[in-house]
């Protein structure tokens, strides 16, 4: 639930200056930081900047009256805004989800190779 609110307000919060691919950093340093089960860290990045980046492309669209979105969605070949506004939030989900999932791998790596504490004697 963390990883989650974390996705989602840094997604947002970073979607106004940094580039599209910002998810997949974002969700390599929670991957690396949490390193929870993969499905569940998966999901977690991935609802939380579904829901970043669809809920600011429905603002956007609906603040033009979805005449951009409908016009944009024509060239993808969609046949409204409103599916333009899911594959946003498809894209992003999968951006940071997979992100979170190269950070939880490296984690492991980082693991296996870490030195390891010998108690002094």
Do not use: D
């Amino acid at each position: 639930m963390i990883s989650m609110l974390i996705a989602f307000a840094a997604s947002l919060l970073g979607g106004f200056f940094l580039p599209w691919w910002w998810p997949a950093v974002l969700g390599i340093a929670l991957g690396f930081w949490k390193p929870k089960s993969r499905l569940r860290i998966f999901f977690s990045a991935f609802i939380g900047t579904a829901l970043a980046w669809g809920g600011l492309a429905l603002v956007y669209q609906t603040g033009n009256h979805g005449l951009l979105a409908g016009r944009v969605a024509g060239i993808f070949g969609l046949s409204n805004g409103g599916w333009l506004v899911a594959v946003t939030a498809l894209i992003g989900g999968l951006t940071a989800g997979f992100g979170t999932l190269a950070g939880v791998y490296c984690s492991a790596v980082y693991s296996m190779f870490k030195p390891r504490r010998t108690s002094a004697q």
